[in-house]
């Protein structure tokens, strides 16, 4: 009999409560080789993210013949029910780690992304950049009164953002409009 072919002890944990809900014989096949990273099961018609798992690799628990996963369930928002205080957002949240004072990164419109944007506050996708603007520069002053570490600058309307908040309502390098305030995560 095989290392591999012997089934071990799975038990599942709800993090939040602490309660097991699950507990079953499984052959290590089945399982990832490591829970080290970021890991998601899909069980019934829910996602789990694995918080901690005891061991953390198969040659662990195949050894061992038990495995404890401690799961939390994944929470999805619906974008219908966020309000936003910028128009646009970027590809990725840490855009900003790699950019200069200088440098500037192409941003996305976030009412491209969305069902009814004006549910959300955000301008129609067919709104004139007068009116665009001036939804940017209003959410941009509550933006504003927010004390946020890391904050940087953006143009609704050419669709770029810089770093340096010390560029607040300076003109656009591409369009002449003062920047805005720009939230990178």
Request: one cysteine or more.
């Amino acid at each position: 009999m095989s290392w591999f072919s012997r089934k071990i002890n799975l038990t599942l944990v709800d993090d939040a409560t602490g309660s097991v809900f699950v507990s079953s014989m499984m052959p290590p096949g089945e399982l990832p080789d490591s829970f080290r990273i970021n890991t998601t099961l899909h069980l019934g018609d829910d996602d789990w993210s694995v918080v901690q798992a005891e061991p953390e690799t198969k040659a662990e628990f195949t050894k061992s013949g038990k495995l404890v996963l401690r799961l939390r369930k994944v929470e999805t928002v619906s974008p219908k029910s966020l309000s936003f205080t910028q128009l646009d957002i970027t590809e990725r949240f840490d855009d900003n780690q790699r950019l200069g004072v200088d440098d500037w990164i192409t941003t996305q419109p976030l009412n491209a992304t969305i069902e009814n944007p004006k549910a959300s506050g955000l301008p129609q996708c067919d709104d004139d950049s007068e009116e665009v603007y001036r939804i940017a520069s209003t959410l941009s002053e509550l933006r504003e009164s927010i004390p946020i570490p890391n904050d940087g600058v953006y143009c609704p309307i050419c669709h770029i953002a810089n770093v340096d908040l010390g560029k607040l309502r300076t003109p656009c390098p591409k369009c002449g409009r003062g920047l805005l305030k720009f939230g990178w995560t």
